[in-house]
């Protein structure tokens, strides 16, 4: 199990993807809760900003632009993260081997 900000519950590395416990144990947060309700005050106020500009906006296709910039952050980083754990993990493999023949 691989360890995420050292927490060992939170986050674990299998088949070279991160799993969190949400997707390993179906939890479901209750923050998520507040998380919807802050993220409708951001939509609303992205709105309002928008508007005072001058701009003409769709707030539910604002919302969907906004939601899918969200989710290819969150996947650039989680990309970005499983590949640093697999180069980790080879640079391991790597230096063990060295170990290794080094004993011999």
């Known amino acids: 199990m691989t360890n ?5 519950l939170k986050f674990r590395l299998k088949d070279g993807q ?4 949400e997707s390993m144990y179906d939890y479901q947060s209750p923050i998520e809760m507040i998380a919807t309700e802050m ?3 951001y939509e609303n106020n992205c709105v309002s900003v928008c508007k005072s500009y001058g701009f003409n906006v769709d707030k539910d296709e604002l919302a969907k632009a906004l939601a ?3 989710n290819q952050y969150d996947k650039g ?9 697999l180069e980790q993990q080879q640079l ?3 230096i063990m ?3 290794e023949r080094g004993r011999e």
Do not use: I
């Not at 995420?4 to 060992?8: K, S, V």
């Open 39 to 41: 993220q409708t005050k």
């Open 4 to 8: 995420y900000n050292g927490d060992p």
């Open 77 to 85: 980083f989680k990309d970005g993260y499983n590949q640093a754990l």
């Open 18 to 21: 991160l799993e969190t416990l």
């Open 92 to 94: 391991r493999d790597s």
């Open 97 to 99: 081997k060295l170990v």
């Open 68 to 70: 899918y910039d969200r």
